[in-house]
């Protein structure tokens, strides 16, 4: 079974571009996250899909960050216009949720390394 | 609020040697908690996470924890690290339904 696909892995830009991650999760996984990932630090949750729908976006910085997941498999983040300190992992994840589990394992791709210049 | 400390950065040891990771948590209610390990270019792997039940948790690659609720503790530990073992280690929390809070991580380094 494929695991999280993420791309790209890498990714270099200069501040003030835009850029854009792609994700696609696990066969059948209904949850898919966004996470940050800082340098020396754990994944911080940006956004989580429950199919195609956006349930927790909290934590999106919304002037300059967007995502979407059309058709509730594949998802985009993007970034417009990157900043310096934009600079990190971004990781995507994905989970079966069912009815009435207390938690769902989540499955996490390789990650995009994004550096701003 | 809720929260993970992994107090230490960085941790070196022999191969062959024993390791324990701390990790302590802080969450109102019954907590959910794991561990993960992050190879150099990886995403995140469950090592192995605790419901409920008994509190020595077995997980992959020979590795195991223990909840400590009087110690708001889930130390992670093996008796014999192997090269293959260096990476990062975060210790997570559930804080609700789907959402995962993280510790800093601890850097293993071994040694030959």
């Known amino acids: 079974e494929a695991g999280v696909v993420q791309s790209p892995r890498y990714k270099i830009i200069e501040k003030k571009q835009p850029v854009a991650f792609w994700c696609n999760p696990i066969?059948?996984?209904?949850?898919l996250y966004w996470y940050l990932q800082n340098l020396g630090q754990g994944p911080e949750l940006l956004i989580r899909?429950?199919?195609?729908?956006?349930?927790?976006d909290s934590q999106l910085p919304k002037d300059r960050f967007s995502a979407e997941r059309l058709k509730g498999v594949d998802s985009t983040l993007k970034i417009q216009p990157a900043e310096l300190g934009d600079s990190a992992v971004y990781l995507c994840?994905?989970?079966?949720?069912?009815?009435?589990?207390?938690?769902?394992?989540?499955?996490f791709g390789p990650g995009t390394r994004l550096t701003v210049l | 609020a809720q929260s993970v400390t992994q107090p230490d950065i960085h941790i070196t040891v022999s191969e062959g040697a024993s390791l324990e990771l701390r990790c302590n948590y802080s969450?109102?209610?019954?907590?959910?908690l794991f561990w993960y390990v992050q190879s150099p270019g990886q995403g995140l792997q469950l090592l192995l996470k605790?419901?409920?039940?008994?509190?020595l948790v077995q997980g992959i690659k020979g590795f195991e924890a223990e909840f400590k609720r009087s110690q708001s503790s889930f130390n992670l530990r093996k008796p014999s690290v192997h090269w293959s073992d260096a990476a990062e280690y975060f210790c997570?929390?559930?804080?609700?339904?789907?959402?995962?809070?993280f510790g800093t991580g601890t850097r293993l380094k071994v040694l030959a």
């Open positions: 969450y109102g209610a019954t907590p959910y």
């Open positions: 605790y419901f409920s039940g008994d509190t």
């Open positions: 899909y429950e199919n195609e729908e956006a349930v927790d």
């Open positions: 066969s059948g996984h209904n949850t």
């Open positions: 997570a929390v559930g804080a609700g339904t789907y959402k995962y809070i």
């Open positions: 994840a994905s989970s079966l949720v069912s009815t009435g589990a207390p938690y769902n394992e989540q499955f």
